[in-house]
Every structure is written in C-alpha cells, then in structure tokens.
C-alpha cells in the first residue's frame, strides 16, 4: 500500500511542477526544436512516460526511503541519469542538437525529480499512518 500512496503523491508532485516548467521554457524548445516538434501534442505518449517515469521513481527512489535529504539525492541522480540518456542520446544521433539544450534539461530533470522525491517522503512520513 505504501508504494502505491508514493507513486500516486510523486505524480501529484511532479505534473504540476513539470507542466509549470514546460509553459515557461515552451518558447526555448520550439525555438531551437523548430521542425523536429510535432504539430500536435502526443498526449497518449506523455502520460506513458510519466507513468513509466514515476514508477521508476517510486520504485527505486521514494519506496526505499524512509528520510526526505537522501530520497532528494537519490532521486537528483536518478533524474540526472534519466535525462542525460535522452539528452546526450539526442545529442550524438540529432544533426545540429544543441549543447545547451542538453544542458538545460539535465539540469531540469536533476531538480524535478529530486525535489519530487524529496516532497514525497516528507508528505508520506508525515500524513500516512505508520504499521503497526
């Protein structure tokens, strides 16, 4: 049950933070994206990845955790490594793929993911009951 109430609150934590982040910087992907974007929204390919993202999270990240600065760590890195596969995939194999955006959405990723973690332990450890 406990996992479950942490993947629930880490997606709770993490979508409204996440779409925050991608309203603000839309303008900076398409700018430098340009073609390679779709013209419409994959929403059914956004939310496979959020719900394989946070799963991982769960799964390797908060479930394990029982205090909010090592689950924050461990999800930055987790983040990081998730990102940067993606980024520095993108980079090697995408003619022209800039550095700096690369950059940009490790860095984000890093911040998302272990804010996220660290938010969810502390509002699992504070509001779900404790076993007894």
Not at 14 to 25: E, G, R, S
Not at 87 to 102: E, G, M, Q
């Amino acid at each position: 049950m406990g996992a479950i109430v942490r993947y629930v609150v880490t997606l709770a934590v993490m979508l409204p933070l996440d779409a925050t982040w991608l309203l603000l910087t839309s303008g900076t992907y398409r700018r430098v994206m340009g073609s390679l974007l779709k013209p419409q929204f994959d929403i059914a390919a956004a939310v496979a990845f959020y719900l394989v993202y946070v799963f991982g999270v769960t799964v390797l990240v908060t479930s394990p955790a029982s205090k909010v600065l090592p689950a924050t760590l461990r999800g930055a890195v987790f983040g990081l490594t998730a990102y940067a596969t993606y980024d520095l995939t993108a980079l090697a194999v995408i003619r022209d793929w800039p550095l700096s955006l690369s950059l940009i959405d490790m860095a984000w990723g890093t911040v998302l993911t272990g804010v996220a973690s660290g938010i969810t332990v502390f509002l699992t450890a504070r509001f779900t009951p404790k076993a007894a």
